[in-house]
Nanobody, 124 residues
């Protein structure tokens, strides 16, 4: 079964950047739509962006604005989330998730495979 592992989180000052990685193992990501979500303490999990097998993407304007960019490298079985101009309110655990096929829906319930998450903390 497909397994996902996130990395790249950490402590960053406001205005800084991070690039998160989501690496798949056991199966190829090539036929899956992959999304990034985040969950802050006391808040519901929210969608950030998703990317289809062919690279089409959709972003949630409220959470991603124009600061977050999703991309993928199928040869490396990896999906990335480039986060720029980070704000205090971006502090959360960030998760990647996958679903078979191609869809630009960001509905959390559509994604069946999840990673364990990586912590991003924006602090001065």
């Amino acid at each position: 079964q497909l397994q996902l592992v996130e990395s790249g989180g950490g402590l960053v000052p406001p205005g800084g950047s991070l690039r998160l990685s989501c690496v798949a193992s056991r199966e190829s990501l090539g036929d899956s739509t992959v999304a990034w979500f985040r969950q802050a303490p006391g808040k519901e999990r929210e969608a950030i962006a998703c990317i289809t097998p062919t690279g089409a993407s959709a972003t949630d304007v409220d959470s991603a604005e124009d600061r977050f960019i999703i991309s993928r490298n199928n040869a490396e079985n990896t999906v990335y989330l480039q986060m720029n101009r980070l704000k205090f309110e971006d502090t959360a655990v960030y998760y990647c998730a996958a679903r078979p096929g191609s869809s630009l829906s960001l509905a959390v319930e559509k994604f069946g495979v999840w990673g364990q998450g990586t912590q991003v903390t924006v602090s001065s």
